[in-house]
């Protein structure tokens, strides 16, 4: 199978604010190709998370 897991953990913060984390893995069972595919992806996490952290930010 090639699947990863993400999985995504809101914590409130004490001013109120959320954390936001983000944890990516599974990638050991892409086998040899599993290293390769984790940098390519995180390329992907690196574009998309600045948006959706702005977006946040608009909403606040």
Do not use: C, K
């Amino acid at each position: 199978m090639n699947a990863t897991d993400v999985e995504i953990v809101f914590r409130g913060l004490p001013d109120s604010s959320t954390r936001v984390e983000i944890e990516h893995g599974g990638w050991d069972r892409l086998g040899d190709v599993g290293q390769a595919w984790r940098e390519a992806n995180r390329a992907g996490w690196d574009g998309i998370l600045p948006s959706y952290r702005d977006g946040a930010e608009l909403r606040s």
